[in-house]
């Protein structure tokens, strides 16, 4: 089973996390990599124009009065603005009027007026007949424009009259046609929205009867649509349009349900919807395809197509990624809502407002005969009179025959406004003060102030008609709330509180730029998420503990990398939450056991060689257990061989109990010098002691320490047998004689499988026992070493030089060196000593064996304990009184193991 759990475990993470975190983590995930990406390229001519708390603040409490945003979309049309989408649905007529405010204070004004005009034409033609101006020829002329004057005077009247009763959708309607480029709002009918309304029992209640199925299949469904396997695009049971009146003066209408995700969040739009096999676009849309030259619109799962797309004046296809779920993601731009192009509905409401005041003024400034003094053709209330004609003219369709369109119109209201800024900064003021009276103040200083007045206004419309000129300029209008009191907001990634009229500005930038977003099939996820789970399962059991932690926090971190750079280049969002999650969680679960396997291992590590290894040494193979090689190695070490001095003598004068417990306090003493060391205890044999530097824990050092746990091991025995002496645990003082030798070695856990002991072996191994066995051939104080050893350990330790022998069983000759002490704790005597020694080896070595006994006499007489030193005197005498063959080498061939 265990060999199993690599397969096991990241299929059931892979199946466990797409079952439960398909939907809801990635699209947090999808917010954040949002982040990372350019914003959205913008499109300046796409205008948001807001009914904000400053329009609300103005005007009244919403909704208004539809003539309200009528005036508004004429001002729109008059600055430039090419197309007009309402974000208001308009769904109920609304009731006929009559406007009190404007009867009693409007309506008399232009009455008066009118028939100033009619008067002022029959008083000049009255004047030029009584000053014999008017010849009989002419008498016709004058006729027609008594005739023609009165006419305009009575349009104007009419218009004037028609607002007092005003049938607002009537005259909405009429600006819509005005417009042109209009559009209203569908709001298509869902199966689950009807069954979730509580006055509903379900889909089948919801008629379309009331409602001119045929005309708006004919007029508001798309054209050009070419479906091509499209199982995507939601179904619809019917649709609520704007009203009929207003609907059929626009240029059509597009839907504005846009579902939220289950979190809340808006982050994707559907673009088509389906109803009666008909196609209906979304608000944006539907403008969209006109401004782009009404394309051929392809309709796949995959995207969407408009082909042959009029883009800045060249055509192309445009390729809509579509989601999944067949909606189109959303890619907002980053930033707030107020940072969006956009302007207040206020600042059109306020040039027609401020308007009216200034022809309020104007036509005062007529009635006092102001406009006596004006030397041009038309007056500046002429042009304006005629402007309003001719827009009541268009409100009924442009007849270019007859002069009526809308660039005669504007050509009447740019003369209205060009004229009056001439007649207020032009010289008339002047002249009418000239005129006066010097005495007459009261009079001069109404004509000021009433010009003052008339300035003031007239620079005002001036200001907000430029700063509206330059934001609609064939501008792409959406109109929509964004006040606090409407409650049309939603949450986007970028803002909390985001008004969702946004979203259509957004879609527009998005189609105009070219640049969308796009999702991946769940499949795409689940199948990385295998590969993910799988690979890391694999490196996983390849590697420890530590290295396959490292390997799993890299792969996730790299796996967050690849997927969001991904999304950059790309910007197709592969679901990372199931490849990440499953990756974890097979990461997490593997390592868990691979971590509770490495404790047991360990522990069984621990247990195996806390009988021979120091504790450090044993950490660090828990550590790294690539350090421990299981089999036979052949490396470097140093062994060290160690035997008591007439141990058996010790042992018949003791009952065995206190027999163990001398030697366990021996041997616990020693083994714990050893081990401090790093050194590792291969074996005791009674009273001996072997070891070993160098394994399972490869050291540089492993001569050094074994030299300096020699000296120490030495010096351990005078504390012990101090002790064991006072105390009667002993006989005779101990007395360890230790061989030690470096060299080549075989080391590994020997035996059976069922048996095993981690020794070593080789030649080197038995030098270091026959040196041990040497030194009571030389009655040396303890510690015997080879050469080899010598040539590892530097100048540490102070040594002094014996003989070149052959020990049992090894043919080549080596020389002895007798361990004394650390170099740093030796005692200036100590120091003398090997040197007088060493000068005492090279005579004797030379055959200057009456030079040598000299000063080996004198080295045994500054150290009585010394054994050596005789040994050598003993030697020089046997030489002296029979001289040695004269091919000696001064080796010694040693007969004693």
Not at 374 to 388: I, R, V
Not at 583 to 611: G, V
């Amino acid at each position: 089973m265990k060999k199993y759990l690599n397969i096991f475990i990241p299929v059931g993470a892979v199946l466990v996390c797409s079952l439960f975190l398909l939907t809801t983590l990635d699209n947090k995930v999808y917010d954040l990599f949002l982040r990372a990406i350019p914003s959205l390229t913008e499109n300046k001519s796409v205008l948001l124009v807001n009914i904000d708390d400053k329009s609300i603040d103005q005007v009244g409490l919403f909704p208004w009065t539809r003539d309200v945003m009528a005036d508004a979309i004429v001002f729109l049309r008059e600055m430039g603005a090419e197309t007009v989408v309402f974000d208001l649905s308009y769904l109920d007529k609304s009731p006929v009027t009559v406007d009190p405010a404007y009867v009693k204070k409007d309506l008399p004004g232009y009455i008066d007026y009118g028939f100033k005009q009619i008067d002022d034409g029959i008083v000049q033609v009255m004047d030029a007949f009584a000053a014999h101006q008017v010849k009989n020829s002419e008498i016709n002329d004058y006729k027609n424009q008594l005739i023609e004057n009165n006419k305009a005077v009575k349009n104007s009247l009419d218009a004037s009259i028609s607002y007092v009763t005003r049938d607002v959708d009537a005259y909405f309607a009429k600006t819509l046609r005005f417009f042109g480029r209009s559009y209203l709002t569908l709001t298509m009918v869902t199966a689950e929205s009807m069954t979730a309304d509580p006055n509903h029992k379900g889909p089948a209640e919801f008629s379309m009867a009331a409602y001119d199925v045929p005309w708006l299949e004919a007029n508001i469904a798309l054209k050009n649509v070419t479906a091509k396997h499209d199982t995507k695009t939601p179904v619809m049971i019917g649709m609520t349009p704007a009203i009929a009146d207003l609907l059929k003066n626009s240029s059509g209408a597009g839907f504005v349900n846009s579902d939220r995700d289950a979190d809340g969040y808006r982050r994707r739009v559907y673009l088509l919807d389906k109803y009666n096999d008909k196609y209906y676009g979304q608000l944006a849309f539907v403008p969209l395809l006109k401004r782009l030259g009404d394309p051929e619109i392809e309709v796949t799962n995959s995207q969407i197509t408009l082909k042959g797309a009029l883009v800045n004046g060249v055509k192309k296809d445009i390729r809509i990624p579509r989601a999944q779920d067949g909606s189109v993601l959303v890619k907002w731009p980053k930033k707030h809502y107020d940072a969006y192009n956009n302007i207040s509905a206020w600042d059109l409401i306020s040039n027609n407002k401020l308007e009216k005041d200034f022809v309020a003024n104007l036509k005062i400034m007529d009635t006092a005969g102001f406009f006596n003094y004006w030397d041009q053709e038309e007056s500046p209330l002429t042009k304006y009179t005629n402007a309003e004609y001719i827009r009541e003219l268009l409100y009924e369709g442009e007849k270019p025959a007859d002069g009526v369109t809308f660039a005669t119109y504007k050509s009447y209201r740019n003369d209205f406004i060009s004229t009056s800024g001439t007649f207020l900064n032009g010289e008339y003021e002047k002249k009418i003060l000239a005129d006066l009276d010097a005495k007459d103040t009261a009079t001069r200083e109404y004509v000021s102030s009433t010009f003052a007045t008339a300035k003031k206004q007239y620079d005002d419309l001036i200001t907000i008609r430029k700063r509206a000129a330059e934001s609609a300029n064939g501008a792409f209008c959406i109109i929509g709330t964004t006040a606090t009191s409407t409650v049309d907001e939603g949450i986007t990634t970028f803002q909390e509180r985001f008004p969702n009229v946004g979203i259509h500005a957004t879609i527009a930038n998005m189609i105009l730029s070219g640049e969308f977003l796009d999702d991946a099939p769940w499949i795409v996820s689940v199948i990385i998420a295998f590969i993910l789970s799988f690979s890391l399962s694999f490196l996983i059991k390849r590697f420890d503990t530590k290295r396959s932690m490292l390997i799993g926090i890299i792969a996730l971190a790299v796996t967050i990398l690849v997927f969001l750079m991904y999304f950059i280049l790309t910007k197709r969002y592969v679901g990372l939450v199931v490849p990440f999650t499953s990756a974890a969680a097979t990461f997490i679960i593997l390592t868990a056991i691979n971590f509770l396997n490495t404790i047991r291992e360990k522990s069984f590590l621990r247990s195996a060689f806390s009988r021979y290894l120091s504790p450090a040494v044993i950490n660090e193979i828990i550590a790294d257990p690539s350090k421990l090689n299981l089999g036979g190695e052949k490396r470097e070490m140093t062994a060290i061989f160690t035997d008591i001095r007439g141990f058996s003598t010790i042992s018949e004068k003791l009952d065995p109990s206190d027999l163990v417990n001398l030697l366990n306090m021996y041997l616990t003493e020693m083994s714990n010098i050893i081990l401090a060391n790093r050194g590792t205890i291969d074996k005791y044999e009674g009273d001996a002691i072997i070891a070993f530097f160098g394994a399972p824990i490869y050291m540089e050092e492993h001569a050094v320490l074994a030299c300096r746990t020699a000296i120490q091991m030495k010096k351990a025995e005078d504390t012990l047998n101090a002790k064991v002496l006072s105390e009667g645990l002993s006989p005779s003082p101990i007395f360890t004689r230790l061989g030690i030798n470096t060299g080549d070695m075989i080391v590994g856990n020997m035996g059976t499988p069922n048996k095993m002991d981690y020794t070593i072996m080789g030649n080197a191994v038995n030098l270091a026992a026959r040196l041990e066995g040497v030194n009571k051939q030389y009655n040396t104080k303890g510690i015997l070493i080879s050469e080899h050893t010598r040539n590892k350990i530097g100048d540490e330790f102070l040594l002094r030089r014996l003989d070149r022998v052959r020990v049992v069983g090894v043919n080549t000759p080596l020389r002895l060196f007798e361990l004394l002490e650390e170099l740093a704790d030796a005692t200036p005597e100590q120091t003398d000593n090997v040197w007088e020694w060493e000068q005492a080896i090279d005579l004797y070595e030379k055959q200057d064996f009456s030079g040598a006994r000299k000063i080996f006499f004198k080295v045994a007489s500054h150290d009585p304990s010394d054994q050596v030193a005789p040994l050598y005197i003993k030697r020089c005498d046997d030489f002296i009184a029979l001289p040695p063959a004269t091919d000696w080498d001064g080796v010694f061939n040693l007969t004693q193991k």
